[in-house]
């Protein structure tokens, strides 16, 4: 497993902001439909995408579009160094609360 402590995005100009965001909670990681009535509760995410119906722990589902959005490079995840397993990100920055 891979912790997420926290992630930049571009389109907010750098501040930092805390996962889970409300728009990785609204968007199905299987799919990509979003929509904030498939966050069915604080726990559960249920995709209304009728051809995907997609369920998981909310959570997990923010993680899983949080890894995505990294692996396209619209996020900047920082992730402990212990959980790097030599992948190289390229575009890790340091914490802003270390410098
Ligand atoms: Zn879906």
Do not use: M
Request: glycine content about 10%.
């Amino acid at each position: 497993t891979v912790t997420i402590l926290t992630y930049k995005t571009a389109r907010y100009g750098g501040q930092l902001v805390k996962v889970p965001a409300p728009h990785t909670s609204q968007r199905c990681s299987a799919c990509g439909f979003t929509t904030p009535g498939s966050r069915e509760s604080q726990e559960l995410f249920s995709c209304k995408n009728p051809d995907c119906g997609w369920t998981a722990n909310a959570d997990w589902n923010a993680a899983r579009n949080i890894l995505h959005l990294y692996r396209i490079g619209h996020v900047i995840v920082e992730v402990p160094a212990a959980g790097r397993r030599g992948r190289r990100a390229g575009k890790t920055v340091k914490p802003v609360a270390a410098r």
